[in-house]
């Protein structure tokens, strides 16, 4: 398995309040991605990054901030905390050989809720 | 743009019959395609991929995948189910050097004894 953990693995927080959940990987790869699961969505795309201090938006960024300072560790953060940010969070990374981008590798989860 | 289509959102099949879950994608380039399996309560498996060399793409656990560019299909194939398949999947696509990937909403298997 792809050395990727999350942390928490689980955390209940009240609306209103910061939260911030931590993807560590020992791949050294250059990609890292955070993704939430909601059922009938699959999973949407909330920032990536593509380097150390690179990072971008994705498909549903409004109320998340993502921060990488390190290769190994990307960061996200929920500036407030709301109940429609109830969901799992999935951190992934992937890597390229040649021209050729590699598969992502998933990270365990961390389940979210917000009361 | 990209985009993925899995046409059936539950499948359910008995314990030894054949699986066929479908995927349709767009894409304006030469794709790279992927299944990954969630089993409940679990993080996402990478099942097979397809990167522009063989369109008959074997992975892991008897499953299998055809690309067909004529179709814009990338449809999940397994001959016979088994109890341990029950779980979610879905079809992954992205572009040639290219770094963001397009998840379907993800196909339900369900199999019975």
């Known amino acids: 398995d792809a050395g990727i953990t999350q942390s928490p693995r689980h955390k209940v927080t009240e609306t209103g309040t910061p939260v911030t959940l931590r993807c560590h990987q020992t791949e050294n790869h250059r ?4 993704y939430r699961q909601d059922p009938g969505h699959g999973l949407r795309l909330i920032h990536y990054s593509y380097g150390v201090k690179d990072t971008d938006k994705g498909e549903v960024s409004d ?7 390190k290769t190994e560790d990307f960061l996200l953060t929920l500036e407030s905390a709301t109940s429609s940010q109830t969901s799992v ?5 992937s890597g390229i050989s040649g021209e050729t981008y590699n598969e992502q590798f998933f990270g365990p989860g961390t389940r979210l809720t917000v009361l | 743009a990209q ?8 499948v359910s099949v008995s314990e030894g019959t054949p699986v066929l879950l479908r995927c349709n994608y767009s894409s304006s380039y030469s794709p790279s395609l992927f299944w990954y399996v969630q089993h409940p309560n ?10 522009s060399a063989a369109t008959l793409v074997k992975g892991i656990n ?12 990338f449809h999940l194939t397994k001959p016979s189910a088994h109890m341990s398949d029950a779980a979610e999947y879905f079809c992954v696509v992205t572009l040639y050097n290219f770094n963001k990937f397009y998840f379907g909403s993800g196909t339900k298997l369900n199999v019975k004894p």
């Open chain 2, 3 to 10: 985009s993925v289509t899995q046409l059936d959102s539950h």
């Open chain 1, 31 to 34: 990609y890292m991605y955070w």
């Open chain 1, 63 to 69: 109320g998340y901030s993502v921060s990488r300072s």
């Open chain 1, 89 to 93: 969070y999935f951190c992934a990374i």
């Open chain 2, 42 to 51: 679990k993080g996402l498996q990478l099942l097979l991929k397809y990167t």
């Open chain 2, 62 to 73: 008897g499953f299998e995948a055809e690309f067909k560019k004529s179709e814009t299909s």
